[in-house]
């Protein structure tokens, strides 16, 4: 997400030199949905831009990226499923790739695991249900890491001036003193815990979760309205339904 996936052809050679023969199942999520993720995901990595900044939103448009000092920046209008997808069907043959919607495991996990189960040639399984869910930030912990995250204190990084925040504070003893006693386990639990991330994640969110986008209605259709066309082509090449789960 640094470099708006650039290296996504020389990845792809690098695995058809690995893995000549290989079956591929790419999962595809909606651009809109996938953007604001990505966004969650920059805040979980303790990164503060606005969400204006990450998608290079100016002057009311989308414009091309452009460098920020290594900072998480996304182009909306270079997430074409649709070339991603063709670029491994070059690699690998339309017969070794096998394409499935992130929306479809939402809206029916039996139909999404017997199509997985179809493109990898084996027996379906179908699991228990587990309540556990691996979330992402919500609105508010989001607008939290957003104001705070400039202040922690992560490893290894020098550019923040207030890091009144401890990140991990133990980990320089623990890195100094590698041994695995009971103490050192106790403390490298205790250490993980001590993390903005954790405390909003696993704190704050589980006690009060606000479901609410981060990224505009406005621009959400914006998007999505760049990738309307491709996506009907990837649906009509893969008989994928997007059309029903909103791609187009």
């Known amino acids: 997400m640094l470099r ?31 953007v604001e993720s990505i966004y969650k995901q920059s805040l979980q990595s303790w990164h503060h831009q606005g969400i204006n900044s990450f998608l ?4 009311r448009t989308f414009e091309d990226s452009c460098d920020q000092l290594g900072l998480p920046n996304l182009d909306v209008k270079q997430i074409d499923l649709h070339r991603y997808v063709q ?16 929306e479809l495991l939402n809206h029916d996990q039996r139909a999404f695991l017997e199509k997985l189960a179809a493109a990898l040639d084996v027996e379906p399984v179908y699991p228990t249900n587990n309540d ?4 992402g930030y919500s609105w508010l912990s989001s607008q939290i890491a957003l104001a705070l995250n400039r202040f922690v204190r992560v490893e290894g ?15 320089s003893i623990l890195h100094s003193r590698p041994t695995e006693n009971t103490f050192h386990k106790t403390l490298r639990s205790v250490n993980s815990r001590l993390t903005l991330r954790h405390f909003l994640q696993n704190g704050l969110d ?17 998007i999505m309205a760049f990738h309307k066309e491709s996506n009907a082509r990837l649906d009509e090449e893969f ?9 187009y």
């Open 206 to 222: 589980r006690v009060v979760y606000i479901r609410r986008n981060l990224i505009s209605k406005k621009k959400r259709e914006s």
């Open 157 to 171: 990084d020098g550019s923040r001036l207030l890091q009144f925040i401890p990140n991990k504070p133990f980990s």
């Open 87 to 102: 670029n491994y069907v070059e690699h690998f043959g339309r017969e070794n790739v096998s394409v499935l919607p992130y």
């Open 239 to 247: 008989k994928l339904d997007l059309k029903f789960f909103g791609y």
């Open 4 to 34: 708006n996936y650039y290296d996504n052809v020389y990845l792809t050679d690098c695995l058809k030199a690995v893995f000549p023969n290989a079956k591929l199942v790419i999962v595809i999520r909606r651009q809109d949905e996938l």
């Open 132 to 135: 556990r869910e691996n979330r």
């Open 56 to 59: 290079n939103y100016r002057n």
